[in-house]
């Protein structure tokens, strides 16, 4: 089972309004363990960057209405591609995989309108899984933002000073299998040995239609034979 989880950070909120995705990061999980696949991509929005955005994430100083020189760490966007030079490139990465997205909603919206401006197949809504209704559901009326869960779950999230996009998906991919049973899951063996049985959570294992044959050879058979036969009648293997 093919996962990505996946991250955006952009210029706003509302794509229709003119706000552009400037970076997207996606780590690859298969049968939920990072594979060390991932895809990384800054582009340039072909627009400015609001003071509010560049404060979440500090991509693009370049594109600020009064432009400075980058700091150590900030990523200039004018040098970037447009999302028409990449937008192949990511259905080709993500391909029919389910996406793992926390406020997918959010996530899909940019997506969607970037590969639909692009004339590119855009991805259906039923494609994405949203952890932030997961954590809602298993924890109603608790925070739930990723730094929420990352105190929660304690996992290390010191070096998100600022949003960005292949660093949030790393630190997801760890939430993630934290909300649905842990850091080794079970890979869904006994859910889909319930659902195979129709018996839900009272599913018990049962005896095999046929044996397995034995792995014992003639000779071996015959060897433990004579060696019991030494031990005399009170030998465990004996006893009925």
């Known amino acids: ?105 959010f996530d899909m919206k940019f997506l969607n309108a970037e590969l639909r401006w692009m004339g590119l197949p855009t991805l259906p809504m039923d494609q994405a899984l949203d952890t932030l209704a997961i954590a809602r559901k298993r924890f109603p009326g608790s925070p739930a933002s990723l730094d929420a869960l990352c105190r929660r779950f304690n996992i290390d999230n010191t070096n998100r000073v600022l949003h960005g996009a292949l660093l949030d998906s790393e630190i997801l991919a760890e939430v993630y299998l934290e909300l649905i049973g842990g850091r080794q899951p079970d890979f869904g063996l006994s859910t889909s040995a319930a659902s195979a049985s129709g018996e839900g959570d009272d599913w018990r294992p049962t005896a095999r239609a046929n044996a397995l044959p034995s792995r014992i050879t003639e000779d071996e058979r015959a060897a433990h034979d004579a060696f019991v036969e030494k031990l005399g009648e009170n030998a465990l293997w004996t006893r009925a």
């Open 1 to 105: 089972m093919r996962e990505i989880v996946l991250d955006t950070e952009t210029t706003g909120f509302d794509p229709e309004s003119g706000d552009r995705i400037v970076e997207i990061g996606a780590v690859e999980l298969w049968n939920h363990v990072a594979t060390g696949e991932t895809y990384h991509v800054y582009i340039n929005p072909e627009r400015s960057m609001p003071d509010e955005a560049f404060g979440v994430h500090g991509i693009g100083p370049d594109l600020l209405e009064n432009p400075r020189p980058p700091e150590k760490g900030e990523v200039t966007l004018k040098d970037k591609p447009v999302f028409a030079k990449v937008g192949q490139g990511f259905l080709d990465f993500v391909r029919d995989s389910k996406l793992v997205i926390h406020n997918a909603s």
